[in-house]
């Protein structure tokens, strides 16, 4: 691997970590016309479609080129399908806890930071299936612990609805992490990607009519703009840069440099939306972040140590 394909490679995952970042504030945007369940069924519809388009253009590109098709992936059509639809269910659920939190009004920096958690909740998550835990991972979760406190707790030791969706949120997404974790060696991650914003769509859109008033075309057209920037930039965009920067580089830097979609968040609602922080919620946060980057050090000291090691094989 050179230098230069791992430096773009994080630079890719920097733009990654700003899309999803300031997608928040489009999302909150979208809070003025629309609710839940229709904003979500309408961004995973237009993800779904922009991803379906990338696979009948490639497949294209390689046709007018003259390449064979891919290989067929090892666990084949059946695995493709059930990965589809859990991690677009998970999605779904996940979607729109974050989504009524930020219905709800919660400031889109703390929506970010909350959301972020789900970097510490995975390798927690491990601990369940027999892999052990280092011991800074601990520390992560006391440090979290702490900042949530700061963001969230108000007096008389009350938390807010909406911050409890956005943390239901992180939970969702770390099972989302880990059910991908599971299925994506057996297929190919572009096609399951775009099958589960299909399945995020259709659920949302049968929660839509149960929930929702039925919504005119003309709402749809007076927020084009945070849905297509949710749908194509956040959804279908920064799902494709992840994985193709995710080539280039380890794991850890890049869960690292993704977290930062946190730092981007609360930027983008400060500038464009004017929400600040007060001291104790801005306290909160560097905190929080700190857990985040902490969680990941494990694995960049593990990381590290492998290139030494290779480094001393080689000479």
């Known amino acids: ?37 229709t904003f979500n069924f309408a961004r995973a519809t237009v993800a779904g479609l922009a991803l379906l388009a990338v696979i009948y253009f490639m497949a294209r590109a390689r046709k007018k080129r003259n390449e ?32 009524m939190g930020i219905e709800y009004d919660i400031n889109v920096g703390k929506a970010g930071f909350l959301t972020a ?19 800074t991972i ?17 007096q008389g030791l009350t938390i807010e609805t909406r911050d409890l969706l956005v943390i239901g949120c992180a939970f969702c997404y770390s099972l989302h992490i880990l059910v991908i974790d599971h299925f994506s060696p057996k297929v190919d991650c572009v096609k399951m990607s775009c099958i589960q914003f ?22 749809f057209a007076a927020a084009w703009v945070p849905i297509l920037y949710s749908g194509v930039m956040s959804s279908a965009v920064g799902y494709t840069l992840q ?14 440099l993704m977290s930062l979609e946190s730092v981007f968040a609360a930027l983008a ?13 801005l306290a909160g946060c560097v905190v929080m972040f700190a857990a985040i980057v902490l969680a990941q050090a494990p694995d960049l000291v593990a990381s590290r140590k492998d290139k030494r090691l290779s480094r001393d094989v080689t000479e």
């Open 269 to 281: 609602g400060w500038l464009l939306l004017g929400q600040g922080f007060t001291p104790r919620e």
């Open 243 to 256: 994985m193709l920067a995710q080539r280039h580089t380890s794991p850890a830097l890049a869960s690292l």
């Open 68 to 99: 064979a098709a891919p290989e067929a992936a090892p666990g084949g059509k059946k695995a493709l399908i059930v990965g589809g639809v859990v991690c677009g269910a998970v999605l779904a659920v996940a979607s729109a806890l974050q989504q």
């Open 138 to 154: 601990w520390i992560s979760v006391l440090l979290a612990v702490f900042g949530m406190y700061l963001l969230c707790i108000k």
């Open 1 to 37: 691997m050179t230098k230069n394909k791992k430096l773009q490679s994080n630079l890719l995952l920097l733009l990654t970590a700003f899309i999803w970042g300031t997608a928040f504030v489009a999302q909150s945007d979208a809070m003025d016309s629309m609710s839940t369940f």
């Open 117 to 135: 958690l789900y970097i510490i909740i995975v390798p927690l998550a491990g601990i369940f299936l027999k892999k052990r835990a280092h011991f």
């Open 198 to 219: 299909f399945v995020c769509g259709a659920l949302s859109l049968a929660a839509a009519l149960f929930t929702d008033k039925p919504v005119a075309p003309a709402v």
